[in-house]
């Protein structure tokens, strides 16, 4: 298990310097800045709108596709067979590259908000934005798993990370239990719409309803994350490997 702990946290620091050198870090910090620019081009009572827009482009939607890239790039560098004999597993280097990824997508997502200058409920906004990027970092490890390059991930993998935004339209369908089948697509809308004081479909789910399925998705995802990649790349309980 020790070996196991040191392994996940080694995970951890390689990609925070992976992602601070090659620019990542900066982008999701500095493109709130972008957005913040462009709300502050608006009243400020639609600018609410403007910042959960922005969350979901860049904090949670970079999640998705960075995180999508940089895998199909370890997988060509082979490290997935370097990584499958030693004392890590699939849970570790999953929790090792969705944290990172969280981390950076609450910091650039409270950047947005609060330098937009609306008004916005941290307690709600907080872990609405950890889970929602934890989300979009295990659909893009998802989405990247038949990819075999990046360029082919780009292409394909960037039309694929859009669509499952779409979701978000059926939260305000009726009738109102729709957004049960949403996946983390729409929960993760009504939290952070909730969070920046925006009104929801009456229909729908209250705010602690939402981060609680958001919550559960992202459980979920893990869950089937791990064990796709248990088999697929760590090698485990009899997999092919690659």
């Known amino acids: 298990m020790s070996g196991a702990v040191t392994m996940a946290v080694g995970v951890i620091r390689r990609e925070f310097r992976v992602q601070l050198r090659s620019g990542l870090t900066a982008l999701y910090l500095g493109m709130p800045l972008v957005w913040i620019l462009i709300s502050r081009a608006f009243p400020l009572n639609t600018r609410s709108i403007i910042v959960v827009i922005g969350i979901y482009a860049d904090p949670v939607m970079l999640g998705t596709i960075f995180t999508g890239a940089f895998l199909t790039r370890e997988r060509d560098q082979g490290l997935f067979a370097a990584w499958a004999v030693t004392a890590l597993d699939a849970g570790g280097w999953l929790i090792g590259r969705v944290l990172v990824i969280a981390v950076q997508g609450c910091l650039g997502g409270l950047i947005l908000a609060l330098g937009a200058g609306v008004s916005v409920d941290l307690v709600l906004l907080v872990p609405a934005l950890f889970l929602a990027s934890v989300c979009g970092a295990l659909n893009g490890l998802l989405i990247a798993r038949p990819f ?53 479909p009456e229909s729908g789910p209250r705010p602690g309803t939402s981060l609680l399925a958001l919550a559960c998705w992202a459980v979920v995802l893990f869950l089937i994350t791990r064990r796709i990649y248990d088999r697929g790349f760590f090698h485990r309980q009899g997999g092919g490997g690659e």
């Open 148 to 200: 075999r390059d990046i360029m082919s991930f780009f292409v394909a993998g960037g039309f694929l990370s859009s669509i499952i935004c779409l979701p978000v339209a059926g939260g305000y369908l009726s009738p109102g239990w729709i957004w049960l089948f949403t996946g983390p697509a729409w929960p993760g809308w009504n939290t952070l719409a909730s969070a920046a004081g925006l009104a929801t």
